[in-house]
């Protein structure tokens, strides 16, 4: 599980079905020096399946690979990254 900053909304021309109704965004994935500052000057995104409503600058944890599409089992989801958690403090003491 990984750290991230929300930095927009991802929005889709054409999807496939299993996106239907789906919530994307772009999350920048943070490192420790990153979350002492909680920024980051990188330009690399992940898409971010987002089911819990998260806004541009909330910190979020996330799963990515086989692990992100376990909540949607037994349904098949191509996501590569799930919202798992909305972080309100990080306490890095």
Known sequence: MRMAKVVGTITLNQSIAEFEAATLKAVVPLDLNDL???????????????????RNGDI??????????????PAIKPVDAYNAAILDHIDLS
């Not at 920024?39 to 898409?47: C, K, R």
């Not at 979020?60 to 089992?73: D, I, K, M, T």
């Open 36 to 54: 002492y500052q909680q920024d980051t000057d990188s330009t690399d995104f992940l898409v971010l399946w987002d089911e819990l409503g998260t």
């Open 60 to 73: 979020v944890a996330l799963s990515e690979g086989g692990e992100a599409a376990q909540p949607f089992r």
